[in-house]
Nanobody, 125 residues
Framework: QAQLVESGGGSVQAGGSLRLSCAASADTTSRYCMGWFRQAPGTEREWVATILISGTTKYTDSVQGRFTISKDKAKDTVYLQMNSLKPEDTAMYFC???????????????????WGQGTQVTVSS
């Protein structure tokens, strides 16, 4: 059973950068499709990015070109490098995993099996 633990959140000014980490277990990053989602207060959880077992990456339009998802299989960790941050990126960020790699046409994980507890990102203007 996979366990996911996020870290790296914090408070930054607009234009700044943060790198989120999702530490997994049981060789999850080699066997599962992994993704990042975010949820701002009063809104639904929103897909951010996906990395497939092959390493192929997918992004939602609002972060394309600013965020990069990657993984280190040796460390069993997935990262989300976030650059040029905007106040609208403020949210709780969650890591997710799906061993079946069920995806929407855009690349969103549709039914993750596992979720982390989240890490807060706050971007001030």
């Amino acid at each position: 059973q996979a366990q996911l633990v996020e870290s790296g959140g914090g408070s930054v000014q607009a234009g700044g950068s943060l790198r989120l980490s999702c530490a997994a277990s049981a060789d999850t990053t080699s066997r599962y499709c992994m993704g990042w989602f975010r949820q701002a207060p009063g809104t639904e959880r929103e897909w951010v990015a996906t990395i497939l077992i092959s390493g192929t990456t997918k992004y939602t339009d609002s972060v394309q070109g600013r965020f990069t998802i990657s993984k280190d299989k040796a460390k069993d960790t997935v990262y989300l490098q976030m650059n040029s941050l905007k106040p609208e990126d403020t949210a709780m960020y969650f890591c997710a995993a799906d061993w079946r790699c069920r995806l929407s046409s855009a690349g969103r994980l549709t039914s993750p099996n596992y979720w982390g507890q989240g890490t807060q990102v706050t971007v001030s203007s």
